[in-house]
């Protein structure tokens, strides 16, 4: 009986976290960004997180110091 129930909310928390991860699949628009390597630590930044100085790429890091 107990052990049904177990059974029972593993299969049904199963297909919850099967649901829960094609739900968060569509996001191809985050991906699309543009993607910029930053000339003073070399990191992939989003390019609206740049900065241009002087013809040089900065990440938002490396524009602080
Ligand atoms: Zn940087």
Redesign the pocket.
């Known amino acids: 009986m107990l052990l049904k129930i177990i059974l029972f909310l593993i299969i049904g928390f199963a297909l919850y976290k099967m649901f829960g991860g094609k739900f968060t699949l569509p996001r191809s628009k985050d991906d699309s960004k543009t993607m910029v390597q930053?000339?003073?630590?070399?990191?992939f930044?989003s390019e609206d997180e740049t900065k241009v100085l002087d013809d040089k790429v900065?990440?938002s890091?490396?524009r602080r110091k």
Request: proline share 0%; net charge negative; aromatic share 10%.
């Open positions: 930053c000339d003073g630590c070399g990191a930044v900065y990440c890091d490396c």
